[in-house]
């Protein structure tokens, strides 16, 4: 079946990087774009962006650009989510979701399905 | 503070329905469709309902989405302690060029 599976927990100080991974499988991985979705603590989801598979251009959301970086790898089906010089407030949940996008006359339609699990970075010193 | 307006919470007794609506704009709901998701906590979300009124295959036909100029609702009918989740709206804004989502809405069911 259509699943994403990413990676575990991360803790880390102020001022550091964290790396998340999100591995695709059950679908042609390159005929969908992945986006990236962030629910801080006691917060709603937000979206973050996301990545064409097919050429890695990355689309980032108002509020996510400069310290957060999109990549792919696509020989093993998996979408990484880079966050530099870390924050507090950058201290949530991170989820990875596969973007469905329909061109209409005017605009798009998306929606996300499936989502991953879930990342949750905690930034503390 | 986000685009789409939801109620922070609902609650019920099994059995019973509940409505969870979500506002918009002419830049989101108005010109778009909604797509409503299920969140367990410590589960990934769920895509409920896609297109504002159609289910996917395998999600009951007790979770159904409408949908009026620029709002939304989604109903539940036949309450269960299994439907005790958060519910999102979502949809793309043409203006902010970016996909919205509302704050959530946390579904207790008594």
């Known amino acids: 079946q259509v699943q994403l599976v990413q990676s575990g927990p991360e803790l880390k100080n102020p001022g550091a990087s964290v790396n998340i991974s999100c591995k695709a499988s059950?679908?042609?991985?390159?005929?969908?774009?992945m986006s990236w979705v962030r629910q801080a603590p006691g917060q709603g989801l937000e979206w973050m962006g996301w990545i064409n598979t097919n050429d890695g251009h990355p689309t980032y959301a108002r509020g996510f650009t400069g310290r957060f970086v999109f990549s792919l790898d696509t020989s093993v089906s998996t979408a990484y989510l880079q966050i530099n010089s870390l924050r507090p407030e950058d201290t949530g949940l991170y989820f990875c979701?596969?973007?469905?996008?329909?061109?209409?006359?005017?605009?798009?339609?998306?929606?996300?399905?499936?989502w991953g699990q879930g990342t949750l970075v905690t930034v503390s010193p | 503070q986000s685009v789409l307006t939801q109620p922070p919470s609902v609650s019920a007794a099994p059995g019973q329905k509940v409505a969870i609506s979500c506002s918009g704009s002419?830049?989101?709901?108005?010109?778009?469709?909604v797509f409503w998701y299920q969140h367990l906590p410590g589960s990934a979300p769920r895509l409920l309902i896609y297109e504002d009124n159609k289910r996917p295959s395998g999600i009951p036909d007790r979770f159904s989405g409408s949908k009026s100029h620029t709002s939304a609702t989604l109903a539940i009918t036949g309450l269960q302690t299994g439907d005790e989740a958060d519910y999102y709206c979502e949809t793309w804004d043409g203006t902010l060029t970016a996909a919205v989502f509302g704050g959530g809405t946390k579904l207790t069911v008594l």
């Open positions: 059950g679908y042609t991985f390159i005929s969908h774009a």
């Open positions: 002419s830049s989101n709901i108005g010109d778009n469709y």
């Open positions: 979701a596969r973007a469905n996008i329909i061109s209409k006359v005017r605009g798009i339609v998306v929606w996300f399905d499936p």
